[in-house]
């Protein structure tokens, strides 16, 4: 496989320094997500226990690769979600970045489909961010991420109206009004049950929708000069704070891929 790899392993594998370490046959970074949080979630949540032991190898995940930066992670929300997902279950994994614009023949033997995010999990490739949270909660159940299936559903719909919005050419055809009641319900949900979706709890939900959030805000800001309005106090600090942890920081996309992935979309 010709691709190239990032490793990145937990806090409680590494030291807390980051090195950059090349070798002629791949860029292999190792990095470390600070003890910070892992110790503030830990108190939070209680006592963590690691499901995975300290000498399995890395998994391996196909993500989108950036086209404004070689050798660097693009902007897939779906492929953040399940990165995320590997960083809060504190999963060491290998990235291997895929060139969607030009797909390589060894990802497409493993994706027929030819999309990411897609893992490797005994031994098999598994695709769909939902497959594959779903497989790593069923793998990994410690630390816990499930969402309450009741929970489950708020601020899905965010998504596909973010979406109407952006691709509208028209300002009166209630695009904008719709994304705006998606995101009112969502404010009125988390002001009873936040701050997260699970209360105080990082959970399975917020780790999809918190990717979709930061394409939005940037999206949205840079083709149509708009923003969450004020008045969403709780929508707005529930993206601040996700946006402010330490497994986000550490695989979110460039703005400047975010807006370039969604050009076609605005331009078609
Ligand atoms: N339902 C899938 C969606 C994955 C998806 O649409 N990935 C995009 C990148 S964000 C992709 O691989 N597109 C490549 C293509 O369609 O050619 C999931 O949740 O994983």
């Known amino acids: 496989m010709s691709a190239a ?3 990145l392993a937990p806090a409680a594998f590494l030291s807390r320094s980051s090195s950059l ?11 470390s997500p600070s003890l910070k949080s892992a110790t503030s979630r830990r108190l939070s949540r209680g006592l963590s226990v690691r499901a995975s032991s300290p000498s399995e190898p890395p998994l391996e995940v196909c993500v989108k690769a950036s086209i404004t930066v070689p050798n660097r992670l693009g902007d897939c ?9 590997l960083e809060e279950k504190h999963l ?32 098999k490739w598994i695709a769909d961010s939902d497959v594959i949270t779903k497989s790593l909660e069923e793998k990994y159940p410690v630390p816990s991420l499930v969402t309450p299936p009741e929970k489950a559903a708020a601020g899905s719909k965010i998504f596909s109206t973010f979406i109407g919005f952006l691709k509208s050419k028209d300002p009166n055809d209630g695009t904008e009004q719709a ?10 949900y988390l002001k009873d049950n936040g701050p997260f979706i699970n209360c105080d709890k990082i959970s399975a ?14 999206v ?22 996700i946006f402010s942890m330490d497994s986000f920081a550490k695989t979110r996309a460039l703005p400047e891929d975010v807006i370039a992935g969604w050009r076609p979309k605005v331009m078609g």
């Open 220 to 241: 949205l800001g840079h083709y149509k000069n708009w923003s969450v309005p004020e008045s969403l106090a709780y929508v707005r600090n529930y993206m601040k704070s």
């Open 205 to 218: 939900a917020d780790l999809s929708l918190g990717p979709k959030l930061y394409h939005l805000e940037i």
């Open 92 to 123: 060491p994994y290998d990235m291997k970045y895929v060139d969607l614009g030009n797909k390589p023949d060894w990802f497409l033997q493993i994706s027929p489909e030819g999309k990411v995010p897609i893992i490797k999990l005994e031994e």
């Open 179 to 188: 994304l705006l009641d998606e995101l009112t319900s969502f404010n009125d």
């Open 77 to 85: 929300p779906f492929t953040q979600r399940v990165l995320l997902t």
């Open 21 to 31: 370490l090349a070798s002629a046959a791949a860029a292999r970074i190792r990095s």
């Open 5 to 7: 790899t990032a490793t």
